[in-house]
């Protein structure tokens, strides 16, 4: 019985409000609608001049006349008397973020259905003409779509079913023969399904990146747990060694273990940091593959080349191949430096005490940072250096708190030292430069700009004759400059250098790696010369002024 109510209600229902019908007419096709149904749905078609009805789409030229059909509107009394009309459910209605019927008035129900060749969403009621009409049939559905108008020419009022490979964009037949006339078109199926390829070529470099980035994961995992265990290793021996020391090195045996683990903090910092940046690139990875996923389902063309230039942009990835994998050997060099200590205590307690320090035992880090490539990344490296008076030659006046340098006729009252250029116009840095390392020179008339030696227990360069001239040796590299070049020195060997003219010298170090570099510095930087070699001593940077171009300064930036 239910069966047949429902069977009722379907066959007598008006398919534009779904109700029984109000004053029901017959429009020529033979459908039957509510009078003010089929009325409103013709007002809206009265620009185009052509009404069609909205379950079979037949077109009528002029509008019908509606009359009433007396025969239906008895059946629909008798109807109402037996109890069978009813609503649609409430969760069959359209809400704010649902795509709603366009043939429904009132209250629209659910589309179930947009059809991309009437440009319009139907719920399962209004659509059924699409099953049963012959010419409906052969129209493309797909799910639910809120801005089919979108697909619609705004200047030609046709569908857009070709892509413009000159000016990007979807565009109807009729454009094809105005303003884009001679342009590359081809249809908007054959462009959607090159662009699909490039999608699954992305989503399947994406998948590779992940599954790159699972790996590094897991090798920085590693990297962590034998950074623990080589520490722990360490602090043990460290105990161990110091225990025989009684109490005059109980103190110095906490500062080591304090230090040691200082240092495994700082390396597994620097691991956890890049593990964390691939993790969330990953994160980042899969959220982008859920996009192209979800693009690459896309039924309407339109829609998917409107999208896929903002989706399909690729990110940069994370530069994994600085991740270095070293034999297991971070604090064995800290053993062995203890170990020394020991056997040395004696005499090094006779003298004076010795301030043996962690800092002294180079550990190589285990992730080589890239090297600097902007200014801004070099900047990060900068340091504040100061000239050393005792180093500077008499005839040179520092000014700017030390900063600054520059020739004067005037003999300066400087104290006798041994560190004291003699013969040429130089002076160095009181700080030593280890590790990475910037500073920037702002210099006028002609000088050098150099890196040298200073300890004396390596033989550090001389303070007198030739071979103390900045790149005259092999323990000092210079880069002269002057208005119309510049040149490099090392070893006593002049090189030649090209590059732009600029008053202000970027200098680079990366102390482990073993670089030197110098850049002209404007508006960009450019490399005028890079030294890779191995560094054994701390370094100092140098400045030498040119006697012979009056007014020649070099300034600390």
């Known amino acids: 019985m239910a069966q047949k109510d429902q069977l009722d209600r379907e066959t007598f229902s008006c398919v534009i409000c779904l109700d029984l019908p109000k004053d029901p007419v017959t429009i020529p096709c033979g459908h039957s609608y509510c009078m003010s149904c089929i009325k409103s749905h013709w007002d809206g078609e009265d620009e185009r001049k052509i009404y069609s009805c909205p379950q079979c789409r037949e077109a009528f030229t002029p509008r019908p006349v509606l009359k009433k059909n007396t025969m239906l509107a008895a059946l629909v009394e008798q109807l ?67 801005r089919l108008q979108e697909n619609i020419c705004s200047r030609h009022d046709e569908v857009m079913k070709i892509f413009c490979h000159t000016d990007k964009k ?77 109490r005059l090195l109980q103190k110095r045996s906490s500062d080591v273990k304090q230090q040691i683990r200082s240092q495994q903090e700082t390396e597994v910092s620097g691991v956890k940091e890049l593990q964390e940046k691939l993790q969330q690139e990953i994160t980042e990875l899969k959220r982008k593959d859920a996009e192209l996923k979800q693009l690459s389902h896309t039924e309407d063309h339109n829609q998917f080349l409107h999208n896929y230039p903002s989706v399909s942009q690729r990110s940069e990835p994370t530069d994994s191949s600085s991740i270095n994998i070293r034999p297991l050997r971070y604090f064995e060099d800290v053993t062995a430096a203890v170990s020394e200590l020991r056997d040395k205590l004696q005499d090094i307690l006779r003298d004076k005490w010795t301030n043996t320090s962690l800092t002294e035992t180079e550990v190589d880090v285990l992730l080589s940072e890239p090297e600097p490539k902007t200014r801004a990344e070099f900047l990060r490296y900068s340091r504040e250096i100061t000239l050393d008076p005792n180093t500077a030659n008499t005839k040179l006046l520092l000014s700017e708190g030390n900063r600054k340098v520059e020739w004067t006729r005037q003999r300066q009252s400087y104290s006798r030292h041994t560190d004291r250029f003699t013969d040429y116009l130089q002076v160095l840095s009181r700080e030593s430069l280890t590790g990475r390392c910037y500073w920037e020179v702002e210099w006028r ?113």
């Open 80 to 146: 109402k008397k037996t109890g069978l009309q009813a609503a649609p459910a409430d969760h069959c209605y359209a809400g704010p973020e649902d795509v709603a019927c366009d043939v429904c008035t009132g209250r629209k129900l659910k589309a179930f259905k947009s059809c991309l060749q009437c440009l319009m969403s139907y719920c399962e009621n209004h659509l059924q003409s699409h099953f049963e009409s012959t010419k409906l049939k052969k129209h493309k559905l797909v799910e639910p779509l809120k």
């Open 170 to 246: 979807c565009i109807c037949y009729l454009c094809t023969m105005e303003d884009h006339k001679g342009h590359d078109t081809v249809p908007a199926a054959a462009e959607r399904t090159e662009r699909q390829r490039e999608l699954e070529v992305s989503r399947l470099n994406i998948q590779k990146r992940i599954q790159d980035r699972e790996k590094d994961v897991k090798l920085l995992q590693q990297e962590v747990e034998a950074v623990s265990r080589s520490a722990d290793k360490a602090v043990e021996d460290s105990e161990k060694i110091f225990t025989q020391l009684i």
């Open 445 to 557: 008339g002609g000088v050098d700009v150099a890196v040298a030696y200073n300890t004396v227990a390596y033989k550090n360069i001389s303070r007198a004759g030739t071979e103390s001239q900045f790149g005259h040796n092999d323990k000092s590299w210079s880069l002269g400059c002057s208005t119309d070049r510049y040149e490099f020195w090392f070893n006593n060997i002049k090189t030649p250098v090209s590059g732009p003219g600029s008053s202000r010298v970027g200098v680079y170090l990366d102390h482990r790696a073993g670089i030197l570099s110098f850049y002209s510095v404007s508006k960009t930087m450019t490399l005028l010369r890079r030294v890779q070699t191995t560094f054994t001593q701390p370094l100092y940077a140098g400045l030498r002024v040119y006697g012979w171009f009056v007014g020649s300064t070099a300034e600390l930036c």
